[in-house]
């Protein structure tokens, strides 16, 4: 059963998953919930110094935080999955499902699944917010105009560094050598953020088209290594 794949188990298993990311199973979901409020606190405490953040920047903000949080899914679902000895490694391993469904499960929850939640229900809260004419709400976010700054190559850099290092952490998550292991989580969160702040000041002030694509491109080998890294590694763990 190890790579194999049956549909009706592979459900059961997301929603296992699902299941496990609720604030009232673990404080990963408590945590999900306390950041849909980091970026009204944020748009509260900045206007109360005299710092207004404007739509498109509640929009950046909001994108982020959520992927961010998204990306991190993997090291934080299954804590243990690489480490000898311990609790979750047997957890785990004991699931009824094949490697190539765990895999599949947790790539799917931290890329899709979550991501889209979060950013709902940051739109929704937002929406809210400026309906009611909170303070420092002076437009909705839709209403933002977000597009002179964002170009379709900086989208493209922040959704791929998004799925690499989502992929990374998969990978990073099954690694048993503890200081390899912090460091690719490091070396992540810095792709990541990168991906999103760094990339936006690259594509904003590089007009070379080539040069942007060229980060693309690389963007996507690092994402397909991950992958590769990622399957290659829970395919081969023994328990």
Known sequence: ????FDIHRFGKLVRHDVRRCSPRSSTLGASLIGMLWFVPMMVLTGGLIGQTYGAGYRVMMAGSISLLLSAMIPIQLYANVGRKHKRGDIYFAMLPASKLEKYLSIALLSMVLVPLVM???NVVIDTLLTAVHMPFYHKYMWQASIGQWVSFPMLCSSVVAFVGST?????????RNKAWRYMLCFLLCIWIMAGFYGGILVFIEVENRAILW??????????ILMGFLGWNKMKKMSY
């Open 1 to 4: 059963m190890n790579n194999s």
């Open 119 to 121: 950013l709902t229900v």
């Open 167 to 175: 992929l990374g952490f998969i990978y990073a998550n099954a690694v």
């Open 214 to 223: 060229g980060i693309v491109i690389a963007q996507v080998l690092l994402a």
